[in-house]
């Protein structure tokens, strides 16, 4: 099985005004569809970030992989590691630290995605098959709730709504619940003081009772307000996650709250584990297999964090049904996923460029995709708008700083602002 030809296509689709430490996202989303071709005339799909510069590394890395075999992941890596080489991409500051590791990780999941997609169908089974087979039929995601504008400015509302406050966040919460079935809740914070963030979760924890509910201010808080708020949420969430920055400042918030804290900013890349367990910083891991490097590397981190004793979740940033594919079957592979995954799928608004009918969501769960490999198939048609939407949309990488600087010039981004 070798690989003959290789397809990257970045993709745009629209994005509501969802608030965050950093801004509010744009109104196009940018993926990256790749599709890699075998000799015998497989195909396989992976999905990663479409910022340009992440994209000019994929595209370069596609070139060195022609004639390699689709188990030669090692071999894979090694040239992708040295296509990359010093270039550190990711720099928008959502997804942790950007490191030299991290950036080839992000690169070649991509690669390894759509490999292990044509091994599964090559030898007729799932990808959760390959990796140890599942532990679950179903892999649970939360409401992914965001505080957000009723409109990008200048548009007309989306169907979504405002959600500026307690009410408006709760509403957001029991819309997605209605629809989806969830039965666990985060809500992204650091958009406005934490007083304003605890009202909200209060509300959520009155009108959702016994439902998980996670924080994630995206490290907005200092220690000290990260321990005040910790302290006044006892007893109302099942995690704290990145209240504030660095492995130091939330091993302090971690001897001083009472509940878990989670991450997937502190630690994003294997030279972070040991430090974060010496210093006992974090007690869950959100796991994305976009940075660690695929599916079978992140499998090994999850069993790294078994055995020092972590729980897991998984995290996700704006992506589609490709990337929905490859979560699922991870998560169903790993024994030691003990809270449900995050999705931003409901905010995609069912613009995809997998042919719908092969994920659904039940009862906030995703079953395993039945077909062979990722069991999703590229719809060429959607795949061709929204390449076109990328190229007509005039956004190349994902800054929501500077789109929120166009209309509150003062904006600065909350880094342990609070
Ligand atoms: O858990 C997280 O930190 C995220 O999901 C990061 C994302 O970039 C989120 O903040 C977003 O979509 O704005
Ligand atoms: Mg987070």
Same mark, same amino acid.
């Given at each position: 099985m070798i690989i003959r030809q290789i397809e990257v296509t970045p993709v745009a689709f629209r994005d509501p005004p969802l608030l965050n430490a950093a $801004?509010?996202?744009?109104?196009?989303?940018?993926?990256?569809?790749?599709?890699?071709?075998?000799?015998? $005339?497989?195909?396989?799909?992976?999905?990663?970030?479409?910022?340009? !510069?992440?994209?000019?590394?994929?595209? !370069?890395?596609?070139?060195?992989?022609?004639?390699?075999?689709?188990?030669? @992941?090692?071999?894979?890596?090694?040239?992708?590691?040295?296509?990359?080489?010093?270039? =550190?991409?990711?720099?928008?500051? &959502?997804?942790?630290?950007?490191?030299?590791?991290?950036?080839?990780d992000r690169v070649f999941a991509a690669f390894e995605v759509a490999c292990?997609?044509?091994?599964?169908?090559?030898?007729?089974?799932? =990808?959760?098959?390959? &990796?140890?087979?599942? =532990?679950?039929?179903?892999?649970? %995601?939360?409401? %992914?709730?965001?505080?957000?504008?009723?409109?990008?400015?200048?548009? !007309?509302?989306?169907?979504?709504?405002e959600a500026l406050d307690p009410a408006?966040?709760?509403?957001?919460?029991?819309?997605?619940? +209605? !629809? %989806?079935?969830?039965?666990?809740?985060?809500? +992204?914070?650091?958009?406005?003081?934490?007083?304003?963030e605890i009202e909200a979760i209060e509300a959520l924890h009155e009108a959702f009772p016994g439902l998980p509910l996670r924080l994630d201010p995206n490290a907005a808080w200092t220690p000290e307000t990260s321990i005040r708020v910790g302290r006044e949420l006892e007893g109302k969430l099942e995690y704290l996650e990145?209240? @504030?920055?660095?492995?130091?400042?939330?091993?302090?918030?971690?001897?001083?709250?009472?509940?878990? &804290?989670?991450?997937?900013?502190?630690?994003? @890349?294997?030279?972070h584990l040991p430090p974060a367990i010496a210093q006992q910083a974090i007690r869950v891991l959100l796991l994305d297999h976009h940075y660690w490097?695929?599916? =079978?590397?992140?499998?090994?981190?999850a069993s790294l964090c078994a055995t020092f004793g972590l729980e897991l979740s998984m995290h996700s940033n704006s992506h589609l049904g490709i990337s929905l594919a490859a979560m699922t079957h991870l998560a169903a592979a790993t024994p030691n996923l003990t809270h449900a995954c995050d999705t931003h799928t409901p905010w995609q608004n069912g613009q995809d460029v997998v042919a719908p009918g092969s994920l659904r969501f039940v009862d906030g769960a995703v079953p395993v995709p039945s077909g062979h490999g990722l069991g999703v198939e590229l719809d060429r048609d959607a795949l061709a708008v929204m390449h076109e939407q990328y190229l007509t949309c005039g956004i190349t990488s994902r800054d929501d700083t500077t789109y929120m600087r166009r209309f509150d010039p003062a904006f600065t981004t909350r880094r342990a602002s609070w």
């Open positions: $801004g509010v996202h744009e109104p196009w989303a940018l993926r990256t569809v790749v599709e890699v071709i075998t000799d015998e $005339g497989l195909s396989g799909l992976g999905e990663t970030y479409g910022d340009l !510069e992440h994209l000019t590394k994929v595209r !370069e890395c596609a070139q060195v992989l022609v004639g390699l075999d689709v188990h030669a @992941t090692n071999e894979m890596y090694a040239r992708i590691s040295a296509v990359v080489g010093d270039v =550190v991409t990711d720099m928008h500051g &959502l997804t942790g630290m950007a490191t030299q590791e991290k950036s080839v292990l997609d044509i091994r599964g169908k090559a030898a007729g089974v799932p =990808v959760v098959d390959l &990796l140890g087979g599942r =532990v679950r039929d179903a892999v649970p %995601y939360s409401a %992914y709730l965001f505080y957000k504008w009723a409109a990008h400015p200048g548009a !007309e509302p989306d169907r979504f709504g408006g966040v709760v509403a957001q919460a029991a819309l997605l619940i +209605k !629809e %989806y079935g969830f039965t666990s809740i985060k809500l +992204k914070g650091g958009v406005f003081p934490p007083e304003q990145d209240p @504030t920055p660095d492995i130091p400042g939330m091993a302090r918030v971690a001897a001083e709250v009472p509940m878990p &804290l989670a991450t997937n900013m502190c630690v994003v @890349t294997r030279e490097g695929g599916l =079978v590397r992140s499998a090994h981190v």
